[in-house]
């Protein structure tokens, strides 16, 4: 019988007819009524996904606000060792769990079948112990080094080009280049000189203007009020004020040298 009949079109059924009728309208209306069952999932462990992390270990939130049960045979595979991360989502579905701070994002692991885990380790294992996979390891860190030496002498050369300073100022401006390529080359350092979607000119400005910010202002002791762009308006003040320095050592009219902060942080650093 249609449900999309009215109490008008059930004037001429059968008493047990109206029953079953009233019945099926009002189940309609129920499960119209009912609120949406929580959006949790229990399976679907075939699909790779990333989540957010949560309190509890065995469910997890992806940005949409789902939240997934970890199945039961599942196991958490910290950070730590790219090798085997790396193995373990090649061999099939897992469920990234990460902590969103600021700008940065942190790795709580990476979830998978057991079976599929013990498959990956065995396998990095196995690749690991072989003499050939030691050789490129030996061969690919020497490629690594040679570039990073060629990219550091480039990097402060960008450095000295920036600074421009005097010629009376020679030996300040190598020393001040070699503090400043010392701070933001090294790999893993987070500086700007490590980002590839800067132009070497503008890194080494950067960093020069982050070393400065550092070493010749209160800025590191400074408390800043806890306001949008509060932050960024110290750092472009302390910058007119670190432009105005180098200014002076590039026409050469620095005349109190031990006045100067620069002329300071780098006797500092000397020592």
């Not at 432009?243 to 942080?265: F, H, M, N, Q, W």
Request: aromatic residues 6%; contains cysteine.
């Amino acid at each position: 019988m249609p449900l999309e009949w009215t109490l008008d079109n059930a004037t001429c059924l059968t008493m047990g007819q109206h029953f079953h009728f009233i019945n099926a309208l009002i189940n309609l209306t129920i499960e119209k009524d009912l609120p949406p069952l929580p959006n949790e999932l229990t399976s679907m462990p075939t699909q790779t996904r990333t989540f957010l992390v949560t309190q509890a270990d065995s469910r997890l939130k992806d940005k949409a606000g789902s939240v997934f049960i970890v199945p039961k045979d599942w196991v958490n595979l910290p950070a730590g060792d790219a090798s085997i991360t790396r193995k373990l989502k090649s061999l099939g579905p897992t469920w990234t769990v990460q902590e969103k701070k600021g700008r940065k994002t942190f790795s709580h692991g990476v979830w998978a079948a057991q079976e599929q885990l013990q498959e990956a380790k065995a396998l990095v294992e196995a690749q690991r112990s072989d003499p050939n996979h030691q050789k490129k390891l030996a061969q690919a860190k020497v490629r690594r080094e040679e570039k990073e030496e060629v990219f550091g002498e480039d990097f402060q050369q960008a450095i000295i080009t920036f600074l421009n300073f005097n010629e009376q100022y020679q030996s300040l401006v190598e020393q001040l280049a070699g503090l400043v390529k010392e701070h933001a080359v090294p790999v893993g350092s987070g500086t700007v000189a490590r980002s590839s979607s800067v132009t070497l000119e503008d890194k080494a400005a950067m960093a020069v203007m982050a070393w400065m910010r550092h070493q010749t202002s209160d800025y590191d002791s400074t408390s800043v009020a806890r306001i949008k762009g509060a932050r960024r308006e110290l750092r472009r003040k302390i910058a007119r004020q670190s432009t105005c320095i180098l200014a002076k050592y590039r026409s050469g009219e620095v005349a109190d040298l031990k006045g100067c902060p620069l002329y300071k942080a780098l006797q500092k650093a000397e020592k």
